[in-house]
């Protein structure tokens, strides 16, 4: 059975949607860090249930390199199925949009 809360990133952002998240993005603080195990499960499992409150989440990527940064940022937003919005140095900026809520 799949997962309905975040098995769908929903369209990329477009140039004119993403210019507002980075400006929101610019607020928040990174709430998670990749550590040096890379993408585990567990961290997975923290950033959809952290995606379940808010479409917008800064990650802190703790890597050697740029590359390395951008290869495990590109690889986050594809094994959680969102959109990397933007990556600054160890910081990667990552949207997915809210699922509709059915009362």
Partial sequence: M???TWSDAGPAPTQAERRPLVKRGHALKAQLVVGRAGVTEA????????????????????AEKADDSERLALELADRVRCHLVQRVGRVALLYRKQAEKSE
Avoid at 43 to 60: C, G, I, W, Y
């Fill in 2 to 4: 799949r997962e309905s």
């Fill in 43 to 62: 961290f997975l499992r923290q950033v959809r249930s952290a995606f379940a409150n808010t479409d917008l989440l800064k990650v802190r990527l703790e």
